[in-house]
């Protein structure tokens, strides 16, 4: 069986205070995502196809996955009565 082509290693690093995350390929910064969808873009940007980057072998989630977008969510608490 053929070894396929090198595939970096994207880190999907801690999120910021805001929320925020930046990724990156091997030693590479590709950029900062506020969202699941804008790490599939930067992948894409970066030539780097990775259909479900959830899941992927290549992708590493540091402090969080895929769903964990903390400063971004909400803060609008409900007045209490």
Do not use: C
Request: glycine share 8%; no cysteine.
């Amino acid at each position: 069986m053929a070894h396929p082509a090198h595939h970096p290693h994207v880190v999907v690093h801690s999120p910021a205070l805001d929320g925020s995350r930046r990724v990156t390929a091997d030693d590479h910064n590709l950029g900062v995502a506020s969202h699941l969808d804008d790490v599939v873009e930067l992948l894409r940007l970066a030539d780097l196809d990775v259909v479900e980057v959830e899941v992927s072998d290549i992708v590493e989630w540091q402090g969080g996955g895929p769903d964990d977008w903390p400063g971004l969510s909400e803060h609008h608490e409900r007045p209490q009565h």
